[in-house]
């Protein structure tokens, strides 16, 4: 049975760091796409990050140069570090994982974790 466990989430003031993290069980990250998305309230899931299985990473514009997405092999766990936080990266961040190449897409991803919430003050 795959399970995706996030982690991580909290309450930083805008201009902080924060970094979530995503574990898995019964899948190895190492085979699959893993995406981290974002949900605000009202607003649909926005694509965040994605790193493939090459290690190549790509950002959304609203965070590039802000966002670090990492695996961790020997852990079995991608990391993203939020440096800069504004209000608006405020939501529920998501990890997936998928074995399609459309990784900006959240229809492509198979396996999804509950999520845990980002939330950034002004």
């Known amino acids: 049975q795959v399970q995706l466990v996030e982690s991580g989430g909290g309450l930083v003031q805008a201009g902080g760091s924060l970094s979530v993290s995503c574990e898995a069980s019964?899948?190895?990250?190492?085979?699959?796409?893993v995406g981290w998305f974002r949900q605000a309230p009202g607003k649909e899931r926005e694509f965040v990050a994605a790193?493939?299985?090459?290690?190549?990473?790509y950002y959304a514009d609203s965070v590039k140069d802000r966002f670090t997405i990492s695996r961790d092999n020997a852990k079995n766990m991608v990391s993203l570090q939020m440096n800069s936080l504004k209000p608006e990266d405020t939501g529920v961040y998501s990890c997936?994982?998928?074995?399609?190449?459309?990784?900006?897409?959240?229809?492509?991803?198979?396996?999804w974790g509950l999520g845990t919430q980002v939330t950034v003050s002004s």
């Open positions: 997936a994982a998928g074995v399609n190449a459309l990784f900006r897409l959240p229809t492509r991803y198979d396996y």
């Open positions: 019964g899948l190895t990250f190492s085979n699959y796409v």
């Open positions: 790193i493939l299985r090459s290690r190549s990473t």
